[in-house]
T-cell receptor, first 110, second 113 residues
Framework: DAKTTQPTSMDCAEGRAANLPCNHS???????VYWYRQIHSQGPQYIIH???NNETNEMASLIITEDRKSSTLILPHATLRDTAVYYC???????????FGTGTRLQVFP | DTAVSQTPKYLVTQMGNDKSIKCEQN?????MYWYKQDSKKFLKIMFS???????INETVPNRFSPKSPDKAHLNLHINSLELGDSAVYFC????????????FGPGTRLTVL
């Protein structure tokens, strides 16, 4: 599975959009980009995933560059409860496992 | 209703003991997983079961033995506990194998003294 690179930490003001970048320059054609988050002391929570096209759901938007070498997770209106570690994971449909990296610690402040 | 539940939430035990952690999912999923998150917060998969059959075993010591009595349950039994086994263990499930959307339980914090 391709390796991902994320900033160690980011800050965001409450109510503003949080844009979390992820580099996955070695991604293969059959690999999806998944985003999870882990709020302190809780289990990881699935957010969104995509292959080529941009995706949006009730939690977030996922923007994938045309060459698929990077992506951005957007939380449109961050709240204090969005403070968490966000993991960007690249995974093939042919694999049964997710490989979690170190993620980005997002701190939303009032 | 809790989708993926684990018991116990906390487990404190002595080195050398044998302990079990239970996991249940009520989502009707075919695949279940066990992950370990160590003190440095690295989250790693240990096992994966699909329809009660083992499909992933990530070079975990033989002291760890998963057991899946049915599709909705995946228990983790650990023999001869060691200090290094102290971690948070998460159970997860997905609709099918090779499914990236996984639902995680709340975790079991195991402390070995």
């Amino acid at each position: 599975d391709a390796k991902t690179t994320q900033p160690t930490s980011m800050d965001c003001a409450e109510g503003r959009a949080a844009n979390l970048p992820c580099n996955h320059s070695t991604i293969s054609g059959n690999e999806y980009v998944y985003w999870y988050r882990q709020i302190h002391s809780q289990g990881p929570q699935y957010i969104i995933h995509g292959l080529k096209n941009n995706e949006t759901n009730e939690m977030a938007s996922l923007i994938i560059t045309e060459d698929r070498k990077s992506s951005t997770l957007i939380l449109p209106h961050a709240t204090l409860r969005d403070t968490a570690v966000y993991y960007c994971i690249v995974s093939s449909v042919n694999t049964d496992k997710l490989i979690f990296g170190t993620g980005t610690r997002l701190q939303v402040f009032p | 209703d809790t989708a993926v539940s684990q018991t116990p939430k906390y487990l404190v035990t002595q080195m050398g003991n044998d302990k079990s952690i239970k996991c249940e999912q009520n989502l009707g999923h075919d695949t279940m997983y066990w992950y370990k998150q160590d003190s440095k917060k690295f989250l790693k998969i240990m096992f994966s079961y699909n329809n009660k059959e083992l499909i992933i075993n990530e070079t975990v010591p033989n002291r760890f033995s998963p057991k899946s009595p049915d599709k909705a349950h995946l228990n983790l039994h650990i023999n001869s506990l060691e200090l290094g086994d102290s971690a948070v263990y998460f159970c997860a499930s997905s609709q099918r194998a090779s499914e990236g959307e996984q639902f995680f339980g709340p975790g079991t914090r195991l402390t070995v003294l």
